[in-house]
């Protein structure tokens, strides 16, 4: 275990306990593990993940930003972006849209190694399932910025995927956090859910 993996895997899994408890700090502390981990997966060719943390780190601080700054009625009781579910149609197009760009971003990552071998020696591993992952983790994560509570069950997919990835690709104590983050999913969905219904009905 390298010292990437460790203080990542720590950081990483203090801000998606945190983010599940609906607490502001998970924001910054979410922004140290995803430049960890930048390093990490582009020493294992999951390519990528590598570029799913740049990303990361820019909506780790548009998160923190969206739940300090919510607009005039999507306040809660701490001033904060309120806790809201995603309309049903709005949900499967989000799954659509998750499909497509599956299958365009395998099929990129699946060639980066021919494209561009001076930066990728080797081939991509899992390219459609790690872009599945990937994509799905982007709109996990616009979802949790808006507090919609669809976020937990999204996370849930890929982090039952990603535990498998990472045992295979023998990161294993990157495999154990997943796993844990999947019961952190079902924690964030039970707690939002609770709070969420904690509104009043003019609130919510």
Known sequence: ?????????????????????????????????????????????????????????????????????????????????????????????LMGVGAVATVLFGAIAQNLHEWFPVMFSLPSAYPYLDSFTSVMSIIATFLLIRKKLECWYVWLLVDLISTYMYFTKGVKVLGIEYGFYCLIAFVGAWHWTREYRSYTPTAA
Not at 66 to 84: M, S, V, Y
Request: net charge negative.
């Open 1 to 93: 275990m390298s010292y990437l993996e460790f203080f990542g895997t720590v950081t990483g899994a203090v801000a998606t306990w945190l983010s599940a408890r609906a607490h502001i700090v998970s924001w910054p502390v979410g922004m140290v593990s995803v430049v960890l981990f930048v390093f990490l997966f582009y020493q294992i060719q999951l390519y990528p993940d590598m570029f799913l943390q740049v990303f990361f780190f820019v909506t780790n601080a548009l998160g923190w930003w969206q739940w300090t700054h919510p607009k005039t009625g999507e306040e809660d009781r701490r001033n904060e972006l309120k806790i809201t579910p995603l309309s049903a149609q709005n949900f499967w197009l």
